[in-house]
């Protein structure tokens, strides 16, 4: 299993573009890097996901180098409302391989006015 | 458009007592089903999941135990609770043929054992 490491906090103010980045040196090469934004109080909430390069999407965009060990979920312009804990996951695609989904701590994106 | 249900919202329990949580998901059939428990301040904790009535899969020893009676039913369950159990408990469902990467989740139902 791919482990994952994020950095546990970060603070941004409002307007600024934020990068967070995940590492996850032993991504086997059928894993994708999928991100979730959680709120207090309320289940996790897909934001994206990709294999390689870049991919983006209305909410945030996803880099990823061409080693794919690492990868940086970056959001444009935060706003206070996008204060969340953000989940980094390293898995397959697989129907059968619920098991292989791990959430670790993720890391707390505090937004500041 | 799918919408997932979880309920009670809220709980509070003496050790000791029986547990039953339900789960359902509207406007998709024939769902991959998961049962996670997230502790304060930690993150997710995969229990339970199923790809079809009757079929489950435990990820963690535990004294809880998940049932799916119906298509887009899940239920967890346990005899005596511990004050380990404490937490919130989050129920998701993906595509059966989407794979597991993007799932759905319900409101939650925080758990508290006394």
């Known amino acids: 299993l791919a482990k994952t490491t994020q950095p546990i906090s970060m603070d941004s103010y409002e307007g600024q573009e934020v990068n967070i980045t995940c590492s996850h040196n032993?991504?086997?090469?059928?894993?994708?890097i999928t991100w979730y934004q959680q709120f207090p109080s309320q289940g996790p909430r897909f934001i994206i996901q990709?294999?390689?390069t870049k991919v983006t999407n209305e909410v945030a965009s996803l880099f990823i180098p061409a080693d794919r060990k690492s990868s940086t979920l970056s959001l444009p312009r935060v706003s206070l409302s996008d204060t969340a804990v953000y989940y980094c996951?390293?898995?397959?695609?697989?129907?059968?391989?619920?098991?292989?989904?791990?959430f670790g701590s993720g890391t707390q994106l505090t937004v500041l006015p | 458009s799918q919408t997932i249900h979880q309920w009670p919202a809220t709980l509070v329990q003496p050790v000791g007592s029986p547990l039953s949580l339900e789960c359902t998901v509207e406007?998709?059939?024939?769902?991959?089903l998961y049962w996670y428990r997230q502790a304060a301040g930690r993150g997710l904790q995969l229990l339970f999941y199923?790809?079809?009535?009757?079929?489950i899969s435990s990820e963690v020893p535990q004294n809880l135990s998940a049932s799916r009676p119906q298509d887009r039913q899940f239920i967890l369950s346990s005899k005596k609770l511990l004050l380990s159990d404490s937490g919130f408990y989050l129920c998701?469902?993906?595509?059966?043929?989407?794979?597991?990467?993007?799932?759905?989740f319900g409101p939650g139902t925080r758990l508290t054992v006394l």
């Open positions: 996951l390293v898995g397959p695609i697989s129907s059968g391989s619920a098991r292989q989904l791990t």
């Open positions: 199923s790809v079809g009535i009757g079929q």
């Open positions: 998701a469902w993906s595509p059966r043929t989407g794979g597991w990467n993007e799932q759905f």
């Open positions: 032993n991504i086997a090469t059928n894993d994708y």
């Open positions: 990709g294999y390689k």
């Open positions: 406007g998709t059939s024939n769902p991959n």
